[in-house]
C-alpha cells in the first residue's frame, strides 16, 4: 500500500511540476507573455537571458535573477522607462499607494517602473498569466499618471 500512494504522489508532483512556470525555462516566460504582445528572447553582457517585448505600444523588459551559469533562474522583474522628466514628488506619491510596483528615477531624471516576479519554486499558468495581466495594469496606469 505504501508503494502505491508514494508512487500516486510521485506522479501527481512530476505533473504538477510539469505545468508550472519557473524562471529556470525562459522559454515557459516568453510564451506566456506573448499572449500579450510581442516579445523576444536575448541575452544581456552577462550572458543571462531576458525578454524584450512590446505590449499596447509600450516598450519593456523581463530580466531574469539568480541565475546559475547563464540558466535556471530564480526570479524576473517587468521593467519599463522612458526619457520623461517626472518629479520625485510624483514618484514618491506613486510607491506610497502601490503595492505590486515600484517607480524611480536613473540618474538622468528619467523615470521607470519594475515589477519584480519570484519564480523561484514555480506557479501555476494561470498564476502567470494574472501577474502578466497585472504588469499590463501598471504600465497603463502608470504611462496615465505620468502623462503619456
Known sequence: MKKIIL?????????LSASNISAANENDV???VRGFGSAYLKKDSYGDPY????????SYNITFYGCTKHKRCDDIKFHAG????????KVNKWNRTKRF???????DGDVHIGMPVNLDNGVSQENFEDTTSMWVKVLGTFKKYIGR
Open 30 to 32: 516568453l510564451n506566456i
Open 82 to 89: 522612458w526619457d520623461e522628466k517626472v518629479s520625485l514628488t
Open 101 to 107: 510596483s515600484k517607480a524611480y528615477l536613473d540618474k
Open 51 to 58: 525578454i524584450k517585448g512590446r505590449i499596447d505600444g509600450t
Open 7 to 15: 508512487g500516486s504522489a510521485l506522479l501527481l508532483t512530476s505533473v
